[in-house]
């Protein structure tokens, strides 16, 4: 009696073809992408244009070297070496043209006085009689102790006449009065940016409040913030 054997399902199993037979077109799209990702080509980019310091200097140079360098050398190597200067000359003076230089900046005016602050300035009279009487004064020092030491300005007319035995031009002293004359008109547009950034701290009437410095407004204004 014969016994039933059924097939087995691996007889007839599919076997793909192997990769390497199969042929694409090269000129494909997935040809040409793999064709790229096998040998890639690195994209070539030319460097950003950097000119040369004193580049006059340097064309100058390169043309002393090309006549000392080409006394065996034939018309080709002249050639050759006049349309590489000639290069150089356009890519800079483009550059200079696109690039114009600024201008220099203005330099602070100095005035010819002491440095040291404590320097004695000592001032001769003559007399009448002929007695010499000298004055010895650091009226620099006595402002610095007095006033800015304690975070005080000075008066104007204190500060300008210690200027003045200092040794500053009336040029100097000028500007110290311009600014002095416009300090009340500085001050009210300071309150002003104060109401602004700060704004009001109460809703009740304030006082009239008390002269002070502008560090002193600054403090006090974000003290009240704060509470």
């Avoid at 000129?27 to 244009?49: A, H, Q, R, T």
């Avoid at 440095?115 to 004055?135: A, E, N, R």
């Avoid at 602004?196 to 204004?221: A, C, D, H």
């Amino acid at each position: 009696m014969e016994v039933y054997q059924p097939e087995s399902p691996a007889a007839r199993s599919y076997v793909p073809e192997s990769p390497k037979k199969a042929k694409l077109d090269p000129e494909s799209f997935l040809g040409k992408l793999l064709n790229s990702m096998k040998s890639p080509i690195p994209p070539i980019s030319s460097p950003p244009f950097k000119p040369v310091h004193n580049w006059r200097k340097y064309v100058d140079s390169l043309r002393s070297n090309m006549k000392r360098e080409g006394w065996n050398k034939g018309e080709e190597y002249f050639t050759r070496c006049d349309a590489i200067i000639q290069k150089i000359i356009s890519d800079h003076e483009k550059w200079d043209a696109e690039h114009p230089p600024t201008p220099p900046k203005e330099l602070r005016k100095s005035y010819n006085v002491p440095k040291d602050i404590d320097h004695v300035v000592v001032k001769l009279d003559i007399t009448k009689s002929g007695k010499v009487k000298v004055k010895l004064s650091a009226p620099m020092a006595d402002i610095y102790h007095k006033y800015f030491s304690k975070c005080v300005k000075p008066p104007t007319d204190v500060y300008i006449r210690a200027l003045k035995d200092f040794g500053y031009p009336d040029e100097a002293l000028e500007k110290v009065l311009i600014k002095a004359q416009n300090a009340p008109i500085l001050k009210t547009q300071m309150e002003e940016v104060f109401e602004r950034v700060f704004g009001g701290t109460s809703n009740s009437k304030p006082s009239k409040p008390k002269k002070g410095t502008v560090t002193q407004e600054i403090n006090k204004r974000i003290k009240n913030l704060n509470k």
